[in-house]
């Protein structure tokens, strides 16, 4: 889980949410490999029309775990979804910026500068991120952009991005610190994706901020 929450975390880029929809073009659904600190786990990701599903597997004798996240950047609603308990929590409109907002992250506004957004996330951070481009590498077999970056401080990594699905589909990252982290999109497969993966959770009981802390801690009574 904490994986999972960190990948979310990571979604915090300040930028406008009408941009990151026209940008939102092809397709697809993959394994995300999260590499955080060595600890690695894999959730399913689902791209679809200006939507996003993250699926993680259940670890055997959890309880209460949130196990879906579903991101609507068309009607700016999030929804964490805990299946084994039937129950889900909504975030709507601003209160959920920072993840609608960090797609930018992951789906450049331009292909011509797919780092942008890091590097300005790093000048609203304080920071000075230079990033060029170093040439061509593959990614799960597909033709990416490789991309070096890195601060005066220390901290440093790369980007590989793929023009076709407009996304970034590999980042590695070590802090100044030495922390490395980062993820990997594995098993992409192009196509259409149903929209029953984006729907809203039917049957499902919505749960409160404080009930959201209790499953995230395993504690509490449904």
Same mark, same amino acid.
């Given at each position: 889980?904490?994986?999972?929450?960190?990948?979310?975390?990571?979604?915090?880029?300040?930028?406008?949410?009408?941009?990151?929809?026209?940008?939102?073009?092809?397709?697809?659904?993959?394994?995300?490999?999260?590499?955080?600190?060595?600890?690695?786990?894999?959730?399913?990701?689902?791209?679809?029309?200006?939507?996003?599903?993250?699926?993680?597997?259940?670890?055997?004798?959890?309880?209460?775990?949130?196990?879906?996240?579903?991101?609507?950047?068309?009607?700016?609603?999030?929804?964490?979804?805990? *299946? !084994?308990?039937?129950?889900?929590?909504?975030?709507? $409109?601003?209160? %959920? &910026?920072?993840? /609608?907002?960090? =797609?930018?992250? #992951?789906?450049?506004?331009?292909?011509?500068?797919?780092?942008?957004?890091?590097?300005?996330?790093?000048?609203?951070?304080?920071?000075?991120?230079?990033?060029?481009?170093?040439?061509?590498?593959?990614?799960?077999?597909?033709? *990416? !952009?490789?991309?070096?970056?890195?601060?005066?401080? $220390?901290?440093? %990594? &790369?980007?590989? /991005?793929?023009? =076709?699905?407009? #996304?970034?589909?590999?980042?590695?990252?070590?802090?100044?610190?030495?922390?490395?982290?980062?993820?990997?999109?594995?098993?992409?497969?192009?196509?259409?994706?149903?929209?029953?993966?984006?729907?809203?959770?039917?049957?499902?009981?919505?749960?409160?901020?404080?009930?959201?802390?209790?499953?995230?801690? %395993?504690?509490?009574?449904?």
């Amino acid at each position: 889980m904490r994986n999972l929450i960190l990948f979310v975390a990571m979604l915090t880029v300040e930028t406008s949410t009408a941009s990151v929809m026209r940008a939102q073009k092809t397709e697809f659904s993959a394994d995300m490999r999260l590499d955080a600190a060595g600890q690695i786990q894999v959730v399913k990701l689902f791209v679809g029309n200006q939507r996003a599903r993250l699926d993680r597997t259940a670890i055997a004798g959890e309880v209460n775990g949130i196990s879906s996240l579903l991101i609507d950047f068309d009607h700016q609603f999030l929804y964490l979804l805990a *299946t !084994q308990s039937k129950m889900y929590m909504r975030i709507a $409109g601003s209160n %959920g &910026s920072p993840f /609608y907002q960090g =797609a930018w992250m #992951f789906r450049p506004s331009s292909s011509e500068a797919p780092c942008g957004e890091w590097v300005s996330e790093a000048n609203r951070r304080g920071m000075t991120l230079r990033c060029q481009q170093v040439g061509q590498d593959r990614v799960d077999g597909r033709t *990416t !952009q490789k991309w070096d970056a890195g601060i005066p401080e $220390g901290g440093h %990594g &790369s980007i590989w /991005y793929d023009p =076709a699905l407009n #996304f970034i589909v590999k980042v590695q990252r070590t802090s100044k610190d030495g922390i490395e982290s980062g993820y990997e999109l594995q098993e992409i497969k192009e196509g259409t994706q149903p929209q029953k993966l984006f729907d809203p959770p039917t049957g499902y009981r919505e749960f409160t901020l404080n009930r959201l802390v209790d499953v995230l801690i %395993g504690l509490g009574q449904w």
